[in-house]
């Protein structure tokens, strides 16, 4: 049990950081790899299979806003309005998301229509 | 007639209350009377849950959108059976159905299994009476299923990717394993207050336990097929929390079945055996919590959600309650026998034990991390993918091994030279296969190759066993070959059952590392007439069109599938969008070839205005051995489920039949 204890604590202390999940308010200062919370605004435009789909995210409670720009696969619950989560980095300003790694936060499985 | 539910579910709390206060007197001054009418209260509990039941049911089925729970999870236009199993939809409905099937098993256990003996049920009962007080209190005090407000013209319906008949059945069943861990759980409390600490509990419990856990296998699964065939990202499993939290449960129930085993057998790891049904009965009200609380998305918003703290509290009150008991008991838990080599079957179960456990845990960790680091730092930090993924595979293929070991080395102590004799036709297999597997490219991915080259190992000892065994019963009864096979298994229903769930598992593991270590996925943008090539298939985009249905607009692309020169398939990947929901959702369409169990799995990510689509197209090796798996999964648990006259008299003669202690 001790060496299994051991092995898991080395993981997590080393590669086990994990990403850190922000809102927009808090995201200043950090230059690492970010998950970024927030609802989107609109107007959502651009291509996610292109250039990029262009669009801000605000703090679900709050003022503070940041511009993201994302490419890869959209979930079908994305939309103005809906809360969603986005891994990427902050880069002079800009958060500039990983290729598809954008999820809709409101838990599609056990929460059934969220309007 | 809301008011008929509210009071229906009024009474049950009563009842619960009653079950619990007489249940407790009558088992500690030894009035049978008391604690029969205590029993009989849990019974009426379950009668009275289920009147409230069918009154949420009735007003469903009749969409009366005047009950607040009707208008906010169905709409007139949803079809009949989605409006009924809209029940377990929401959240106040749910925690119904929980107290529904709690009380329904709390009730069948005490009737059935009078044999654990009169002391034992009597201090059952009131256990069970505390679960059912706490979920009786939540629908009746804070989450009532029963609310009205002024009935809207119309109700606002259910989202779309849960009308499936994959989401029908998955919630329910996750219910009847969730809850069905009560049943070992209080037995095993009320063993530990009576001080009856014998096998008996595990005894009377061990089908529950089963029934339980084969029910979480099976929801598990079907949640998977949903995932694969509804959210359309062209995977199963996404480690997300809300599927971890009914993995969890699984994994500590797992653990237990082997370990009782071993003290059915030796006397041996009690106190362990105590531990983690208590470690699975709370995961399992854990798992309740993480998916009803609203504690994912945040703490904050947990804070705000009602019923969180009454979990979290019950949480605490059940893992302390069981702890104390077990610590005031130790003296009563000790193991009659000493482990007396690490190569034995008791070590390997320990084993198995301990990296159940530990898997579980870490996920456990993973699961609570952004909750604890948000509570600790003020920055919640997830831990993604990787983490899980590590972990699955450290513990996870050992598991596998120890599959294939566990069944057939010798109990106490195992002998270098039996060890070779018994293991030697496995480890050529093994080898074989690995051989084999490298020459044909398998050894792109390292855990994939050992995971092929363990179940080669694994595969060869279940069917060595089944040989033998058969063999063995030819020789002492003559029958020809299929005979004997099928004698063999219904003289040994738990042993053969559990052999062959663990062939199911085999094939999980040989599904999920063959589409998750060997899959291939290629995305383009395509105008019609041009083509996209994965591996040997050829997609030529045809073009798209649209249709109007009742509710939709449903967008599909025709995308012919070329092999080897011919066609072999035409597939329509769409969308559809819901103008009233203002929603899209992806359809993708699934090509499985049932001779390699490989899916051809395609989506339309983004449709343009051009007329382009962009596509993606995925190989899915073996994947269909996991649906496989469910099935053979299932077999293999109704064999070891299945009623066996000839055990139930060795236990007679074991624990005598009623003891009259009372």
Redesign the interface.
Known sequence: VAAVLAVFLLYSSIAGGGTPSLRPSSLAGHTGKVALAGRVLRPVTGDAHGAGLHFRLRDVKGTATVPVVYTGSVPDLFRPGRDVVVEGHLRSGVFVAIPGTLVTKCPSKYTPKKS | VPELGRAALVVCFGLALYAVVAGFAGAYLRRRRLALSAQNALVAAFVAAAVSVGVLLAALVRSDFSFTYVS??TSRELPLSYKLTALW??QEGSLLLWLLVLTGYGAAAVLLDRRAGRELVAWVVPVLGIVAVFFSLLVVFVASPFKTHVAPADG????S??QSPYMQAHPPMLYLGYVGLTVPFAFAMGALLSGRTDERWIVATRRWTLLAWAFLGIGQLL?AKW?YEE???GGYYAW???ENAALMPWLAATAFLHSVMVQERKGMLKVWNMLLVTLAFSLSLFGTFL??SGV??SIHSFTEGSIGPWFLGFICFVVAGSLTLVFRRLPLLRSKTKLESLASREATFLYNN??LV?LCL?IL?GVT??IL?EAVRG??????R??YD??LR?FGLPLLLLMGIGPLIAWRRASLRSLGRTFLWPFVAAVVAGAGLIAAGAGSSIPGLVAYTFSAFVAATIALEFIRGTQARRALSGEPVVRAFGSLVARNRRRYGGYIVHAAILMLAIGVAGSSAYNTSRSA?LAPGQSLKVRDYTLVYRGLNSTRSENAVETRATIDVYRGGSRIATMHPGKNSYPV??????EVSIRSDLLTGEDLFL?T??V?RNGTI?F?ALINPLVNLLWAAGLVFLIGSAVALWPDAREERRLAVRYGHLPQEV
């Open positions: 906010s999870f939809g929401g606002v319906g259910l989202n990717s849960l949640g995932a959210v359309g990202w997300d929390p809300v998916t009803r994912l998305n301990l990296l530990a870490t960790w991390f952004p680091s920055e919640s930090v997830t831990v993604g990787p983490y590590f972990f450290a943008r929901e203002q929603q899209v959702s992806n989506i990510e983004q343009n962009d993606k």
